[in-house]
């Protein structure tokens, strides 16, 4: 099925330092979401993004929608041990009472204390 | 508020065996999604519910089939089951299909 493009696939940093993820796909959306998934648990939304060119912020984190509809980042600043997890960003183009999400594979994140 | 709520938490079945998979959604979301999430990778769609009304599928064999009751709750089944139909399946709802999802814990699906 299809996926976005997420990158890093992994990342291991210190406790304090700051994240960066990006999402691109070949097509474009009207909506960019940012999820987090704990072990066993399904994915919580963190971010949504509704308009091209959007930024907005959820206390340390930092996602834009891009320009071109077809890309997406997400920044976490000051990490703590508690971010770490999965991240996955999903695009939705939505209307008619539908919208399925498409979903990128995921950045695994691991912080050192 | 109760979140969604999945049903069990974990299976494992005998490969050509029939599975029910059940999802209540949160009290007043009417939409209902159902997605597969096999290890290493981010979730994929399977169907859509809103109203009780099928409003989206995605690239699965008809093997996979799913029904809105009226109370809003899902079932998915899978008929025949795969090794590689092993996996975490989610259950999302809304409140009208479009925005704001919000995910169950899953249920782990185990097929031997």
């Known amino acids: 099925g299809q996926q976005l493009n997420q990158s890093p696939q992994s990342m291991f940093i210190q406790e304090g330092e700051d994240v960066s993820m990006n999402c691109t796909s070949s097509?474009?959306?009207?909506?960019w979401l940012w999820y987090k998934q704990d072990p066993g648990e399904g994915p919580v939304l963190l971010i949504a993004l509704y308009k091209a060119g959007e930024l907005t912020s959820n206390g340390r984190l930092t996602a834009q929608f891009g320009i071109t509809r077809k890309d997406s980042f997400l920044n976490i600043s000051a990490s703590i041990p508690s971010d770490v997890g999965i991240y996955f960003c999903a695009g939705q183009n939505y209307g008619g009472s539908q919208g399925n999400l498409i979903f990128g594979k995921g950045t695994k994140l691991s912080v050192k204390p | 508020d109760a979140g969604v709520t999945q049903s069990p938490t974990h299976l494992i079945k005998t490969r050509g065996q029939h599975v029910t998979l059940r999802c209540s959604p949160i009290?007043?979301?009417?939409?209902v999604s159902w997605y597969q999430q096999v290890l290493g990778q981010g979730p994929q769609f399977i169907f859509q519910y809103y109203e009780k009304e099928e409003r989206g599928r995605g690239n699965f064999p008809d093997r996979f089939s799913a029904r809105q009751f009226p109370n809003y709750s899902s079932e998915l089944n899978v008929n025949a089951l795969l090794l590689g139909d092993s996996a975490l399946y989610l259950c999302a709802s809304s409140q009208r299909g479009q925005m704001g999802y919000t995910f169950g814990s899953g249920t782990r699906l185990t097929v031997v």
């Open positions: 097509s474009i959306f009207n909506t």
């Open positions: 009290s007043g979301h009417k939409s």
